[in-house]
């Protein structure tokens, strides 16, 4: 059974930084595509970032030199260093694990940036 579990949200003012963790269980990282999506009220989720398990990253273009993914595969957790935050990045942040055209999700954690 797959269970994400993340870490790290809060409250941060514009320009700081943050990192979220995310947990993993029932996941062979060297298999499956880690990701993370954050979902802003009003707005449709969105890919922040992810890594495939030979580790090539992908950003969304709003994040790009701001935020790295990463993984450490002995503590099979995922995560993302967040700097130089906005506003615009205030969102719920999920952590996402794909493979085979199935996706598992983690429950989620707000992120806040304040201006």
């Known amino acids: 059974q797959v269970q994400l579990v993340e870490s790290g949200g809060g409250l941060v003012q514009a320009g700081g930084s943050l990192r979220l963790s995310c947990a993993a269980s029932?996941?062979?990282?060297?298999?499956?595509?880690m990701g993370w999506y954050r979902q802003a009220p009003g707005k449709q989720r969105e890919l922040v970032a992810a890594?495939?398990?030979?580790?090539?990253?992908n950003y969304g273009d709003s994040v790009k030199g701001r935020f790295t993914v990463s993984t450490d595969n002995a503590k099979n957790t995922l995560y993302l260093q967040m700097n130089s935050l906005k506003p615009e990045d205030t969102a719920v942040y999920y952590c996402?694990?794909?493979?085979?055209?199935?996706?598992?999700w983690g429950q989620g954690t707000q992120v806040t940036v304040s201006s």
């Open positions: 890594i495939s398990g030979s580790g090539t990253t």
């Open positions: 029932g996941v062979i990282f060297d298999s499956h595509t």
């Open positions: 996402n694990a794909a493979r085979n055209r199935r996706n598992y």
